[in-house]
């Protein structure tokens, strides 16, 4: 039986959902598709340079599970910018921070 997902805690949606690379139409591009989750893993750990035990904690997951968020996120960023694709940020498990949610679980997808 699979393991319920765990609430991944946000401190907010980006400023700038979508990125595209410079002088191509949106029509003709592939797009990548972060998550919400993903991008707070990126914010947390390669912007404000936490490590990944802090980082974690922020986001109510384990150690572990923020690694694996993290290096799905870094994939996903690196394929938009060498191979010039576009790069959505939307949906993904998450609660944003001081919601209440404590430690429940919230399986249910959400979207921009």
Do not use: W
């Amino acid at each position: 039986m699979v393991r319920p997902c765990k609430c991944r805690r946000i401190s907010g949606k980006p400023e700038a959902g979508y990125f595209k690379p410079r002088g191509i139409p949106c029509s003709s591009l592939v797009e990548v598709t972060m998550t919400l989750d993903e991008f707070e893993a990126v914010k947390l750990a390669d912007l404000n340079g936490e490590y990944q035990e802090e980082a974690a904690k922020k986001m109510n997951v384990s150690r572990q599970t923020f690694g694996i968020i993290i290096e799905k996120a870094r994939k996903k960023l690196a394929d938009a910018i060498v191979n010039g694709k576009a790069l959505k940020i939307e949906g993904g498990v998450y609660a944003f921070t001081g919601h209440g949610h404590g430690n429940k679980r919230c399986c249910k997808r959400r979207k921009i």
